[in-house]
């Protein structure tokens, strides 16, 4: 496992990490049948877990996740009066939602709440003229006043986790908001 920074308008440096790459490298190897391009793909040993969980239902995945995650994230978070553990909202609806099943894990794990209630997914394509951008809303009318780690599964631009951080912000008055990654894009690194 090699934690990286993440950056993002919404929140400041030091406040966000993947925990390694996704994949490791990936080689175009031709064509399938149906004229689509394949590539044998090498993962992180982490990377290999949540393509699993993600892709293949192994849920058993997740466990794996939290045990190699959490001896660096309870170090990390140690001090930050971190009270709520929240799953950033999922775009493709599935049986078992991999990014609520970490959050919800590791909240266990780090003895915090886990509020999956908090935020949606609005729209993806639908805001005026920007048929990228990401539009997520407050679920709920509360006040959490709360410090917060927000949990997705792959850092790629970074645009939907700046609008979960600001949300959580602006609606729910939360003081700050630590962004956890299990994964990010190779073209993310920032070596610091």
Not at 97 to 114: D, T
């Amino acid at each position: 496992m090699n934690p990286e920074k993440i950056y993002g308008d919404a929140w400041n440096e030091g406040e966000g990490y993947a925990l390694d790459v996704h994949t490791v490298s990936s080689t175009f190897i031709g064509y399938n049948q149906y004229g689509h391009p394949e590539f044998d793909t090498k993962y992180s040993e982490i990377g290999k877990l949540l393509h699993g969980l993600k892709y293949n239902n192994e849920l058993s995945s997740a466990d794996k996740i939290v045990k190699i995650a959490l001896p660096r994230l309870s170090k990390w978070i140690s001090g930050k009066n971190v009270d709520v553990v929240v799953p950033v909202p999922f775009t493709k609806k599935r049986e078992v939602q991999p990014v609520f099943l970490l959050a919800e894990k590791f909240a266990k794990a780090l003895g915090k709440k886990y509020r999956s209630d908090l935020l949606e997914k609005i729209s993806e394509g639908q805001s005026k003229g920007d048929n990228k951008k990401i539009v997520i809303a407050a679920a709920i009318d509360e006040k959490l006043c709360s410090n917060v780690l927000l949990i997705d599964d792959i850092f790629d631009s970074g645009s939907t986790l700046n609008a979960c951080v600001r949300v959580l912000k602006d609606s729910y008055g939360v003081k700050r908001v630590y962004v956890l990654c299990v994964t990010q894009t190779r073209n993310k690194i920032i070596r610091i």
